[in-house]
């Protein structure tokens, strides 16, 4: 969760680095705040409940000069969301600054023992105990900054993304990560810090991934320097970063989400290339030839991750097992890692994540490597902890997801695990040659197909009006619809605040049925494939109870329409990749009605982005 921003240089801070908080904003957005230290060593601090944009307001009259300077915005895990918690937060003398992204676990027992020696306290969070620690390491033993943030953080438990300042030293910004991302941009004569690298990308293309438990000292005039708590000198690769600006940007549509949603021809594109060969008669995925003996040899695969990306692993189940035969568990991350989960040196893991900082999935990867598991990661984000920790994997190259509610991501998820059924299966000879043409070729014009749903947008804004009243609703689907069911019922949850629930259609008779009458909208993906029969005898039993049904159909359809409310007709496709396209509806479905009820679609209430915390 949360955003960290920070700058040091010759340039004003101030505006790298408001405009660096718009750029995290989806991490957290309940409060704000900044800390500047000017030239004649004025340490400020403004911060304020709310968005970005109240933080800037906040500032219009204040002092904001300095060419130093770190940032914060929150999503609250210890105390509310208030002007008192928001970060940065001072150290008891006002002479240092921190911001904090992830949780202090052990912070009760520390603040105990800080406030037995005298320091009082100004907020409720963890964060203002770890800078009153370092502060009173640094005043009782006489110590440098870099050394007492080193002491201190060998008392803490939990995981932290931290950026400090300090008014004794005005040319200096010390970092430090664990379980919590950090990206540093190298620039000429001055330095970045921010949770990704979005707010740096404008500046300069030369990044450095801050491994966990090591501390980066920015110092004006000198070389990033780089140690761990036991201060040995760590030597970070310099990467170089290819982000297009505009990827960042709403670029005329009114939110993030509605542009993701509308990138995704263009994404799947981007993932698939250099993996489906131009005559759409193969898939390869290096991971597969690289690491052929492990992938071919599994007993079974388990797919660790939350959220979309578990509903994106039930879809990969169905695919992987039809095609390749291989066993697959699909698992909460959060509960697989506190479960006794019987993992071994036979298993594959695959971990899902937008982000690749998810807390628990990364929990779980770490958790199946120490039990011999070979680890593949599917991931969005180049050079994050995920894909670090794994073995091997694949990224899923559909750019910079900022709306919180996922779209795109999760297309680009079921992409790569398709491609990867598939490359398995081949190399398994678990597919008959007619049935993987066939596959490939219809993942070829899955784009184009996207493209013509899409072609749908006015007709699902103008249907979404008319269940803008509903207080629930009910999502359907069999195979490989359920997972998109779950997805859909996801989606209007998150950003309409409308309770929805997702359920296979042919379990709807073991309770949920009780629930429908003429009030309840009740979405069935009922698309031509193995289960159309079924899923119509389904549709029949909710409309003898007077429920009102949106249903998803094959274009052509003219059974199935004439019995339900609304249709929305998708391109015909081969079953295993209809989730592809049923998605898309029910994203527009749901930002639609979410717009319509004045909701906040990028930055809905109690979310974020990225769950860097348990």
């Known amino acids: 969760m949360c955003g960290i921003v920070g700058y040091i240089g010759e340039k004003d801070a101030y505006p790298i680095l408001i405009k660096g908080l718009g750029r995290l904003e989806y991490r957290g957005y309940d409060s704000a705040g900044i800390a500047l230290l000017n030239n004649e060593g004025l340490l400020s601090i403004y911060k304020t409940k709310g968005k970005v944009a109240d933080l800037d307001s906040f500032c219009k009259n204040k002092n904001v000069s300095g060419t130093v300077g770190i940032a914060h915005t929150r999503w609250a895990t210890h105390g509310e969301p208030s002007s008192i918690n928001a970060h940065p937060h001072y150290s008891e003398s006002k002479n240092l600054a921190i911001i904090h992204n992830g949780i202090i676990e052990n912070y009760v027992d520390l603040k105990k023992k ?303 695990l398709t491609m990867l059924a598939l490359a398995l299966a081949k190399a398994k000879g678990t597919v008959d040659n007619d049935t993987y043409y066939a596959i490939v070729k219809e993942l070829s014009a899955i784009p184009r197909k996207m493209e013509e749903t899409l072609c749908l947008n006015d007709n699902i804004a103008s249907l979404s009006r008319i269940f803008t009243y509903a207080r629930n609703f009910l999502y359907l689907g069999r195979g490989y619809n359920y997972p998109v069911a779950l997805e859909g019922a996801l989606k209007l949850k998150e950003i309409s605040y409308i309770h929805a629930e997702g359920y296979p259609a042919a379990e709807m008779k073991h309770g949920p049925i009780a629930l429908i009458d003429s009030d309840m909208p009740v979405v069935v993906i009922a698309t031509r494939n193995t289960m159309y029969e079924k899923v119509l005898s389904n549709i029949q039993e909710i409309k003898a109870r007077k429920g009102k049904v949106i249903a998803l159909v094959t274009k052509g359809d003219d059974t199935i329409s004439k019995i339900v409310d609304e249709v929305i007709e998708l391109p015909d496709t081969q079953e295993c990749l209809e989730p592809l396209l049923a998605t898309i509806p029910l994203q527009l479905l749901a930002y639609h009605i979410a717009v319509c009820k004045g909701k906040d679609v990028d930055q809905p209430r109690n979310l974020a982005k990225s769950v860097t915390v348990e």
Not at 148 to 170: T, W
Not at 235 to 262: A, N, R, S, W
Not at 341 to 363: F, H, K, M, R, W
């Open 114 to 416: 800080l406030q037995a020696k005298g320091i009082a306290f100004r907020s409720d969070t963890d964060t203002e105990v770890l800078v009153q620690l370092i502060e009173y390491i640094q005043t009782k033993k006489n110590l440098d900054l870099l050394t007492s943030v080193q002491l201190a953080l060998h008392e803490v438990i939990g995981a932290y993304a931290i950026a400090l300042l300090d008014k004794k030293n005005p040319n200096l910004i010390i970092a430090a990560c664990r379980q919590s991302p950090l990206v540093i941009g190298v620039g000429d004569n001055e330095f970045f810090l921010a949770s990704d690298a979005s707010p740096i990308i404008e500046y300069t293309d030369k990044v450095v991934y801050l491994e966990d438990g090591n501390i980066a000292v920015m110092k004006k005039g000198d070389d990033l320097k780089v140690v761990n708590i036991f201060n040995r000198e760590q030597f970070p690769k310099v990467q170089t970063i290819d982000i297009d600006l505009g990827q960042i940007e709403k670029c005329g549509y009114p939110h993030f989400m509605l542009k993701e949603i509308f990138e995704q021809p263009d994404c799947i594109t981007n993932c698939m290339r250099g993996r489906v060969n131009i005559e759409a008669t193969n898939v390869v995925l290096s991971a597969v030839i690289d690491y052929r003996k492990q992938l071919l040899s599994a007993k079974r695969i388990i797919i660790v991750g939350c959220g979309t990306s578990w509903h994106a692993g039930l879809i990969g189940k169905q695919i992987i097992e039809s095609l390749c035969r291989i066993p697959v568990e699909v698992e909460y991350a959060s509960e697989f890692r506190y479960r006794h989960s019987v993992v071994s040196n036979n298993d594959v893991v695959i971990a899902i994540s937008q982000s690749g900082e998810t807390a628990d999935t990364l929990a779980a990867v770490k958790m199946a490597k120490q039990c011999g598991a070979f680890i593949y990661g599917i991931c969005n984000v180049i050079g994050a902890s995920i894909p670090r920790a794994t073995d091997t994997g694949s990224y899923i190259h559909v750019g910079p997801e900022i709306g919180v509610a996922s779209t795109k991501a999760f297309t680009g998820q079921v992409t790569v």
